[in-house]
Each structure stands twice: as structure tokens, then as C-alpha cells.
């Protein structure tokens, strides 16, 4: 079965730190990755996504940016987090389907 | 651009009574639809999907929604609520690669 591993769990992060949050998923092959940042009050806002290795599409301009380096690996990246970067992130996975949600990942930048 | 609409912020059912969460969405075409809840701190779950054929779909957790066309809607229903059912609802829609959530409906369950 396929499962979907997304760490770490909580986070707290300096104003420009770095950032780096990694999504991997298991059982599947080429699978669509995502990442999702949600805020209070506003839903899921859909920050990347990937059809394949090397392939990101950016939905929101912004400081962070996305990486595949591996099949099924994505990697959410910042070089200088701002306040505003703060939120619950969510990696998800699907194929052409639904998608599959890790638990997240609750950034704090102080 | 596709796009969920979910006009209720919150909403508050006691136990046993029945539950309607709205969805409408806006896309050309015949869109793929869903709906996810989610709990306190954690990812969200899939209740149920819609693709194509019947236009009321049975999810898990005895939930049931119905594709209404006409309506561009995709209400999500459950005929009595149990107060584990309090959590946060998100209706989505899907379009090529892309999966494209409304902004969620809290539901809290009264005693």
C-alpha cells in the first residue's frame, strides 16, 4: 500500500532562517506531488506542484521555492523566512485521481 | 480558472440531527469532486469522490454528497451527525494536475 511521509512534524524557525521540509512517499510510482500551505481562516492555498522528476509548477509567487530531485521525494525549500511564512503545511500525493494527505508540518516563524 | 466556493464558514448541528455542507464550484467542464475532513493538527482525509455516472456518491463514515449539474453544487449530507464528526470540511475540485479546495466549513456538534 502506499503511504506518505512528511516531517518534521512542528517547527520553529528564526526570521531568515532557511527552510527546508521534505515529503516522501512509498508504494507508488510517478505519482503528482504537492504542497499546500493552509492558514487560518483560508483554506488550502496550493503552493507547487509535480508531474515528474525535475517538473514544478509554481501556483503563488513568494519566497519559497520547490524541489523533486527524486521520483518521489519533494522538497519544499526558503532561504530567508519571513513571519508571513508561517502556516500548516501539507504534502499530498496523487495520481490522476484524488490526492493522498500526509499529517503536515506546523511552521512558526518568530 | 477552476474555483470551490464553500459559503459557510461554520456550522453547528446537535447530535442526531441531519447535517448539509454546501459546495459550488466553477469549471467548463465536468469536473472530478471531492470532499476531505480534517481533524485538529492533522492531514486531511478522503470522505468521498465523484468522477462520472450516479450523482449521489455513498463516502465513508456514512456521508453521501450529490453532483447537481444544474446547480454547479456538490452538497455533502449525513442523515445524523455523532459528535466525532466535529472537525473541518473541504470540498476540492480537480483539473488536469491540479486539485483546488474551497476554504472549508468548521462543523461543531452540540450535545
Known amino acids: 500500500s502506499q503511504t506518505i511521509h512528511q516531517w518534521p512534524a512542528t517547527l520553529v524557525q528564526p526570521v531568515g532562517s532557511p527552510l527546508s521540509l521534505e515529503c516522501t512517499v512509498e508504494g507508488t510510482s510517478n505519482p503528482n506531488l504537492y504542497w499546500y500551505r493552509q492558514a487560518a481562516g483560508r483554506g488550502l492555498q496550493l503552493l507547487f506542484y509535480s508531474v515528474g522528476i525535475g517538473q514544478i509548477s509554481s501556483e503563488v509567487p513568494q519566497n519559497l521555492s520547490a524541489s523533486r530531485p527524486q521520483d518521489r521525494q519533494f522538497i519544499l525549500s526558503s532561504k530567508k523566512l519571513l513571519l508571513s511564512d508561517s502556516g500548516f503545511y501539507l504534502c499530498?500525493?496523487?495520481?490522476?485521481?484524488?490526492?493522498?494527505f500526509g499529517q503536515g508540518t506546523r511552521l512558526t516563524v518568530v | 480558472a477552476q474555483s470551490v466556493t464553500q459559503p459557510d464558514i461554520h456550522i453547528t448541528v446537535s447530535e442526531g440531527a441531519s447535517l448539509e455542507l454546501r459546495c459550488n464550484y466553477s469549471y467548463g467542464a465536468t469536473p472530478y469532486l471531492f470532499w476531505y475532513v480534517q481533524s485538529p493538527g492533522q492531514g486531511l482525509q478522503l470522505l468521498l469522490k465523484?468522477?462520472?455516472?450516479?450523482?449521489l456518491v455513498q463516502g465513508i463514515k456514512g456521508f453521501e454528497a450529490e453532483f447537481k449539474r444544474s446547480q454547479s453544487s456538490f452538497n455533502l449530507r449525513k442523515p445524523s451527525v455523532h459528535w466525532s464528526d466535529a472537525a473541518e470540511y473541504f470540498c476540492?475540485?480537480?483539473?488536469?494536475?491540479?486539485?483546488?479546495f474551497g476554504t472549508g466549513t468548521r462543523l461543531q456538534v452540540t450535545l
Open positions: 476540492a475540485v480537480r483539473t488536469a494536475s491540479k486539485l483546488t
Open positions: 499530498a500525493w496523487g495520481k490522476n485521481t484524488e490526492a493522498f
Open positions: 465523484y468522477f462520472s455516472g450516479d450523482t
